[in-house]
């Protein structure tokens, strides 16, 4: 599960890039190919750290609840 999520927030970060720099899509994939390569350590590391999994995040959650109303959602999502 971990793993899937840090795909999908990588894959959009670099989405964004995409759209907004000048970053064509070979360089981004490249990019996302070299993030992608250190998401199973970063996985474990939080793994061997015994904890719960846990998230507060109030304010993000408040601004993805107003986001179907903003002109451009691009870092709202």
């Known amino acids: 599960m971990l793993e899937a ?3 999908t927030r990588l894959a959009g970060t670099v989405s964004a890039a995409m759209r907004l720099a000048p970053v064509g899509q070979r ?3 490249a990019l996302l190919a070299r993030a992608l390569d250190r998401v199973p350590a970063v996985v474990r590391a939080i793994g061997v750290r015994g904890a719960a999994p846990e998230s507060f995040m109030p304010a993000a959650d408040i601004a993805a609840m107003s986001q179907q109303y ?5 870092f709202r999502s």
């Open 5 to 7: 999520l840090a795909y």
């Open 70 to 74: 903003l002109h451009s959602r691009l």
């Open 27 to 29: 360089d981004a994939h």
